[in-house]
């Protein structure tokens, strides 16, 4: 069954049946041309999903968490579906994530909305072999034992693999992982191959170095490059919550520039500080990835979108067939839009 996330079928039960009988809050509307207000009073809350505590880092040490008028709680989180079961309780209320995520809870009938887009220089993940298992090329994939996170942007990634080398998910056999179980099943040797993020990937690279792994160009064309902020359709209709969302995604843009301005300062604050690793494999876990930049919330990114839904759907990754991408993207949040 695709998506074979443990107890996801139930949960995507629980999710439906949440979204249809859970009450309306009082002021939220469906109409998604509303625009949003610029007046966020300040005992609004928002909590945050974070992963490797990235956004609580570049908001803070850029000191744009204090120019934002109400209050920022951080969460820590590893993957997509963690996120969205954060997001069906009513625990969070806006996630940073790549590509794969919004899709899935679009699976899952829990509308959340893309509403910041960033283009990443480099996708800033590595297509890595256990010691022993040669990979020069896509060709050597066969008959592999392939790990990966479902329900995050690894599982797109090692889908376009497989269609670039030519084989369907019969000629490999594909491991569906937690997100933090990847890293440990290919150092225990359980899984031969594997996509693994930064700073994981440098770090497992480093402490097996005679590990192979696929050209780094290959990999690269693997990935779609896009980091999104992302929230329930609950917060983006509330208008309060919308209006300080669009004001966090706008701080958010102005951290990410100013860790871009300076990559030392970057790599000392969050790789050497945040992180705890050491400032050479932080040096190059940011090269991994490099700058991001702010990309319009247009149809270009819903095209963007359904060309990875259409992936998983040719590989009958997706329950019941393809999907729309439409309604994925709220584009109120464009930069300006707000009245």
């Known amino acids: 069954m695709p998506f074979r996330l443990p107890h996801l079928a139930a949960a995507v039960v629980a ?32 909590t945050v999903a974070d992963q490797q505590s990235l956004l609580k880092t570049m908001l803070t040490a850029s000191g744009e968490v204090t120019r934002l008028g109400f209050s920022v709680r951080f969460a820590e ?116 191959i594997a996509p693994l993020m930064e700073p994981i990937s440098t770090k497992y690279r480093l402490a097996h170095p005679d590990a192979q792994a696929l050209p780094d160009a290959v990999s690269q064309a693997a990935q779609s490059g896009l980091m999104f902020l992302y929230a329930p359709r609950a917060a983006v209709a509330d208008p309060v919550r919308a209006a300080a969302l669009k004001r966090l995604s706008e701080a958010v843009d102005r951290a990410r520039r100013w860790a871009d301005a300076d990559k030392n300062r970057w790599i000392t604050t969050y790789y050497a500080g945040a992180l705890k690793i050491p400032a050479a494999v932080g040096r190059t876990a940011y090269d ?52």
């Open 288 to 339: 991994g990835q490099g700058t991001w930049h702010s990309i319009p919330l247009d149809s270009a990114l819903v095209a963007r979108q359904q060309d990875t839904i259409d992936t998983l759907a040719s590989f009958d990754e997706i329950p019941g067939g393809r999907i729309s991408a439409e309604g994925s993207v709220d584009f109120r949040f464009n930069p300006h839009s707000s009245t």
């Open 77 to 192: 989180f590893a993957g997509g579906p963690a996120i969205l079961e954060s997001f069906r309780a009513g625990a969070t209320h806006v996630a940073i994530v790549a590509d794969v995520p919004p899709i899935h809870a679009q699976i899952a009938r829990f509308a959340s909305p893309i509403i910041k887009a960033w283009q990443l220089d480099r996708g800033g993940v590595s297509t890595v072999a256990r010691p022993g298992v040669p990979l020069r090329t896509v060709a050597d994939l066969r008959g592999r034992k392939i790990g990966y996170a479902e329900g995050t942007a690894h599982q797109a990634m090692v889908l376009r693999l497989l269609r670039a080398a030519g084989l369907s998910k019969h000629d490999v056999q594909l491991v569906p992982l937690q997100l933090t179980e990847v890293g440990e099943a290919l150092g225990a040797g359980q899984i031969d």
């Open 15 to 46: 999710i439906v049946f949440v979204a249809g009988c859970a009450p309306r809050s009082p002021g939220l509307t469906d109409d998604p041309a509303a625009p949003i207000s610029d007046r966020v009073g300040a005992d609004t809350v928002i």
